[in-house]
């Protein structure tokens, strides 16, 4: 984004909620309104460079009488072919993005603030390119009347254009401000936000767009550590410089165990010539000895040496912008907060049911990884070489609670982990992750053994994503899908799960534990959709599964540290949110399991068969919870669940957080969905066995 002297307040929303009459008020305000469906109209004024573009894309058909564009030709082609909508995308956004910079040049200094104005920053993943961002929302009944109104549509017709966008949900999850605008004044909301906003903008922007780090090795360096890499052939050559710091600290029993510290710093080489990959890592290596072994790598080449300019530096700004950098805070307030956690727990369990407690295990860590990556590729007749780097910071607070009662021992878990800094762990977060953990162990102690049978089972959003990630997102990872190791390989374009069932990775979400501004590969994080209403769209790509099937990178090259290769991996997975009130999910439910907590499990990736075990589940009868269960399973066949699904709720809001592993390497991610409604799945359990509903 263009640098300014003012403040810039990304504002988006969906068709209809009503964000223009929103731009108007901060307009009326002073504010200047950047409107990004008017640049789009200039991208392809009639005799512009843009215009002819599209023609050429799309035929002379999209061109009225006058040869200018005909826009409602052109949207009934985009909006019923995601295909077309991506290739206009293409060929527009570089063409916007280009009038923005300009018109934000072109502002005076004094000006009071820009508001960037644009349905798609969630969709693009530019959420996070702003001082503030804002969307605006509105009840669906009320945005289909409005279009209705407004462009004549037909329900079918506006709802399409409706499911084109990102939910009202989603954008939320990025947003600083949601503002409901269904009738209500909004004056006051309006006085508060731009008040906020004016006051901490320069302490954002700082935050978000952070000052280059000192580097290990100059951008001279690096450039001839590539040189000595391509020097006898290759395709592709990439330095990746980590430099990292944790700590980690552990209480069982009110006793301090560990207490420990560490700190790395290496390097990788990476050398790609067609198939092959060869590679290197070093510890601490000096500059000649990274020198040396670019040659090392190089060796085997019998090509010709590449002709490198100099390195083009590339700046992305972080989704998670930092307040405190837990490096800075002493070891003793950390020890204080797990001492405070602790104590906490035992006295919430003696309010709950005092002499159930038994154990409490208190770990925290935390970790701020640097990296620099310089790479080198084709490009046109020549080369392209490039630097960037990333400033990672992860927190994370976890509570394992055991009670018993004389006759039986249960265990509640709960973490609290985000990209941020040690401003994560307020007092209000702390009491609530150490509340729920009790409560979770306490509860379960009054639980009855779960029946087992084959029952419909509503999948409460508080459950978290654990099916998502584990059932279907790693058969989206395209070096499983290349593999032949997916149930989702070859069937890009076809129907595999139910319409309606949209899912999402996105490295861009706000201060989730998968996001970054950008991936061990040096590529900007984006948000990707792996399947539109059933429809499968994508797989998650690293540079080298890209590179075979002819597409581009996602920014899920990841690994877990200089010592590994990036792989594709997920990050911030999830289901997006449907329409239908959760609470009336639930009442419908006849006889079935509701699973409020999901814990670990097993899953094939081939066939998609999983089984997962639920941590708190209630027996549902005729709508209503009538006991907790215990010792429940769930199993069943993640693609046919996705298939089966026909109620999915509107409350997109928690994330569940883990260290994934694969190939040997762990990276952190977090996933979610709203509360859906299986069909069928097999429920495991020691109870005697319920004749099953299906």
């Given at each position: 984004?263009?640098?300014?002297?003012?403040?810039?307040?990304?504002?988006?929303?969906?068709?209809?909620?009503?964000?223009?009459?929103?731009?108007?008020?901060?307009?009326?305000?002073?504010?200047?309104?950047?409107?990004?469906?008017?640049?789009?109209?200039?991208?392809?004024?009639?005799?512009?460079?843009?215009?002819?573009?599209?023609?050429?894309?799309?035929?002379?058909?999209?061109?009225?009488?006058?040869?200018?564009?005909?826009?409602?030709?052109?949207?009934?082609?985009?909006?019923?072919?995601?295909?077309?909508?991506?290739?206009?995308?293409?060929?527009?956004?570089?063409?916007?993005?280009?009038?923005?910079?300009?018109?934000?040049?072109?502002?005076?200094?004094?000006?009071?603030?820009?508001?960037?104005?644009?349905?798609?920053?969630?969709?693009?993943?530019?959420?996070?390119?702003?001082?503030?961002?804002?969307?605006?929302?509105?009840?669906?009944?009320?945005?289909?009347?409005?279009?209705?109104?407004?462009?004549?549509?037909?329900?079918?017709?506006?709802?399409?254009?409706?499911?084109?966008?990102?939910?009202?949900?989603?954008?939320?999850?990025?947003?600083?401000?949601?503002?409901?605008?269904?009738?209500?004044?909004?004056?006051?909301?309006?006085?508060?936000?731009?008040?906020?906003?004016?006051?901490?903008?320069?302490?954002?922007?700082?935050?978000?767009?952070?000052?280059?780090?000192?580097?290990?090795?100059?951008?001279?360096?690096?450039?001839?550590?590539?040189?000595?890499?391509?020097?006898?052939?290759?395709?592709?050559?990439?330095?990746?410089?980590?430099?990292?710091?944790?700590?980690?600290?552990?209480?069982?029993?009110?006793?301090?165990?560990?207490?420990?510290?560490?700190?790395?710093?290496?390097?990788?080489?990476?050398?790609?010539?067609?198939?092959?990959?060869?590679?290197?890592?070093?510890?601490?290596?000096?500059?000649?000895?990274?020198?040396?072994?670019?040659?090392?790598?190089?060796?085997?080449?019998?090509?010709?040496?590449?002709?490198?300019?100099?390195?083009?530096?590339?700046?992305?700004?972080?989704?998670?912008?930092?307040?405190?950098?837990?490096?800075?805070?002493?070891?003793?307030?950390?020890?204080?907060?797990?001492?405070?956690?602790?104590?906490?727990?035992?006295?919430?369990?003696?309010?709950?049911?005092?002499?159930?407690?038994?154990?409490?295990?208190?770990?925290?860590?935390?970790?701020?990884?640097?990296?620099?990556?310089?790479?080198?590729?084709?490009?046109?007749?020549?080369?392209?070489?490039?630097?960037?780097?990333?400033?990672?910071?992860?927190?994370?607070?976890?509570?394992?609670?055991?009670?018993?009662?004389?006759?039986?021992?249960?265990?509640?878990?709960?973490?609290?982990?985000?990209?941020?800094?040690?401003?994560?762990?307020?007092?209000?977060?702390?009491?609530?992750?150490?509340?729920?953990?009790?409560?979770?162990?306490?509860?379960?102690?009054?639980?009855?053994?779960?029946?087992?049978?084959?029952?419909?089972?509503?999948?409460?959003?508080?459950?978290?994503?654990?099916?998502?990630?584990?059932?279907?997102?790693?058969?989206?990872?395209?070096d499983l899908a290349l593999a032949g190791m997916s149930a989702f390989a070859g069937k890009l374009g076809e129907k595999v799960a139910a319409e309606g069932v949209t899912i999402?990775?996105?490295?861009?979400?706000?201060?989730?534990?998968?996001?970054?501004?950008?991936?061990?590969?040096?590529?900007?994080?984006?948000?990707?959709?792996?399947?539109?209403?059933?429809?499968?769209?994508?797989?998650?790509?690293?540079?080298?599964?890209?590179?075979?099937?002819?597409?581009?990178?996602?920014?899920?090259?990841?690994?877990?540290?200089?010592?590994?290769?990036?792989?594709?991996?997920?990050?911030?997975?999830?289901?997006?949110?449907?329409?239908?009130?959760?609470?009336?999910?639930?009442?419908?439910?006849?006889?079935?399991?509701?699973?409020?907590?999901?814990?670990?499990?097993?899953?094939?990736?081939?066939?998609?068969?999983?089984?997962?075990?639920?941590?708190?589940?209630?027996?549902?009868?005729?709508?209503?919870?009538?006991?907790?269960?215990?010792?429940?399973?769930?199993?069943?066949?993640?693609?046919?669940?996705?298939?089966?699904?026909?109620?999915?709720?509107?409350?997109?809001?928690?994330?569940?957080?883990?260290?994934?592993?694969?190939?040997?390497?762990?990276?952190?991610?977090?996933?979610?969905?709203?509360?859906?409604?299986?069909?069928?799945?097999?429920?495991?359990?020691?109870?005697?066995?319920?004749?099953?509903?299906?």
């Amino acid at each position: 984004m263009h640098p300014t002297p003012f403040p810039l307040l990304g504002l988006s929303g969906g068709i209809a909620a009503g964000k223009s009459f929103v731009a108007s008020e901060l307009a009326r305000r002073g504010w200047t309104v950047i409107d990004a469906d008017a640049l789009a109209r200039e991208a392809v004024a009639p005799g512009s460079e843009g215009l002819a573009a599209v023609a050429d894309t799309f035929g002379p058909g999209i061109l009225g009488p006058d040869g200018g564009l005909d826009r409602a030709r052109l949207a009934a082609e985009v909006f019923s072919d995601d295909r077309a909508r991506h290739r206009l995308n293409a060929l527009l956004h570089p063409r916007i993005e280009a009038l923005l910079a300009a018109r934000l040049a072109a502002l005076p200094p004094a000006t009071r603030g820009a508001v960037l104005d644009a349905a798609l920053w969630v969709e693009r993943g530019r959420a996070h390119h702003f001082d503030a961002f804002w969307t605006v929302d509105a009840p669906e009944d009320l945005r289909l009347a409005r279009l209705a109104a407004r462009d004549g549509l037909d329900p079918a017709a506006a709802r399409a254009r409706l499911r084109a966008q990102a939910s009202g949900p989603e954008r939320a999850l990025h947003a600083d401000r949601v503002i409901l605008n269904d009738g209500r004044d909004l004056s006051g909301i309006l006085d508060g936000a731009e008040a906020a906003l004016l006051a901490d903008w320069k302490i954002r922007r700082a935050r978000t767009w952070r000052t280059p780090m000192a580097a290990p090795f100059s951008p001279d360096q690096l450039r001839e550590v590539l040189a000595a890499l391509l020097a006898r052939g290759g395709d592709y050559a990439e330095v990746f410089v980590e430099r990292r710091k944790a700590h980690a600290l552990s209480m069982d029993d009110g006793r301090m165990e560990d207490v420990l510290a560490s700190e790395a710093f290496g390097a990788s080489l990476r050398l790609m010539e067609g198939e092959t990959t060869r590679f290197a890592d070093l510890i601490a290596p000096a500059f000649e000895e990274l020198l040396e072994a670019a040659r090392t790598l190089a060796a085997p080449g019998k090509g010709l040496p590449a002709e490198l300019p100099g390195l083009v530096t590339e700046a992305f700004p972080t989704p998670s912008p930092v307040a405190v950098d837990p490096d800075t805070v002493p070891l003793a307030d950390k020890v204080a907060l797990v001492r405070r956690a602790e104590a906490l727990a035992r006295d919430h369990a003696a309010n709950l049911r005092p002499g159930a407690l038994k154990q409490v295990s208190v770990g925290y860590g935390d970790s701020t990884q640097r990296v620099w990556i310089a790479s080198a590729e084709p490009e046109g007749s020549g080369w392209l070489a490039r630097a960037t780097e990333d400033h990672r910071t992860q927190g994370v607070l976890r509570l394992n609670v055991t009670a018993g009662d004389g006759q039986q021992l249960q265990t509640g878990y709960q973490a609290l982990g985000e990209t941020r800094g040690f401003e994560l762990f307020t007092d209000e977060a702390v009491a609530r992750t150490v509340k729920e953990a009790v409560r979770l162990a306490v509860q379960a102690l009054d639980a009855q053994p779960a029946p087992a049978g084959t029952f419909p089972v509503v999948l409460s959003s508080t459950a978290g994503g654990t099916m998502i990630h584990e059932a279907c997102g790693h058969g989206l990872e395209a070096d499983l899908a290349l593999a032949g190791m997916s149930a989702f390989a070859g069937k890009l374009g076809e129907k595999v799960a139910a319409e309606g069932v949209t899912i999402i990775d996105d490295g861009t979400l706000p201060h989730k534990r998968g996001s970054q501004a950008i991936d061990d590969e040096g590529n900007p994080v984006s948000r990707v959709v792996l399947i539109e209403n059933g429809i499968l769209k994508a797989y998650l790509q690293s540079r080298k599964t890209a590179r075979k099937m002819a597409t581009e990178p996602t920014g899920n090259g990841r690994r877990e540290s200089y010592r590994h290769l990036p792989i594709p991996r997920m990050r911030n997975t999830f289901l997006a949110a449907g329409s239908e009130s959760p609470e009336a999910i639930l009442k419908d439910l006849d006889r079935g399991l509701l699973v409020t907590h999901m814990g670990g499990g097993q899953v094939d990736t081939v066939t998609g068969n999983f089984v997962f075990q639920v941590t708190e589940g209630y027996w549902v009868e005729q709508g209503e919870r009538k006991y907790p269960v215990k010792n429940a399973t769930l199993s069943g066949c993640g693609p046919e669940v996705l298939k089966q699904l026909t109620r999915i709720g509107s409350d997109l809001h928690h994330f569940d957080i883990g260290t994934c592993g694969k190939d040997g390497q762990g990276v952190p991610v977090s996933d979610a969905l709203p509360t859906i409604l299986c069909p069928a799945l097999v429920v495991g359990g020691t109870a005697e066995p319920l004749p099953s509903v299906i």
